[in-house]
């Protein structure tokens, strides 16, 4: 089974995956990265801490073959 590496962009942290995951195609690793992306935003983004989120996704090559981009645009709100 192929493994993809899933970095990711949080803010000014990029966290890069030097462990990967076995996925059984590609269509599968970019379910995988979105799944992933839905997990992070609900910790950093509903908290405030942050407004976008990146992940790509990489073969064992280095090639990467997805980038997804999540944004969160909040208006009309002040806190205080």
């Known amino acids: 089974m192929p493994n993809f590496f899933f970095d990711l962009r949080v803010g ?3 966290i890069v995956d ?3 995951t076995e996925c ?3 269509e599968k690793a970019r379910e995988e990265a979105l799944h992933s992306m839905v997990e992070v935003a609900s910790s950093y983004m509903v908290k405030g ?3 976008a989120i990146v992940t790509q ?3 064992d090559d280095g090639t990467v073959i997805f ?3 999540l944004a ?3 208006e009309g709100m002040t806190v205080g």
């Open 24 to 26: 059984e195609t590609a």
């Open 49 to 51: 801490r942050q407004s």
């Open 18 to 20: 030097d462990k990967g």
């Open 67 to 69: 980038q997804a981009r």
């Open 12 to 14: 000014d942290r990029f």
């Open 72 to 74: 969160l645009e909040i």
């Open 57 to 59: 996704v990489r073969r």
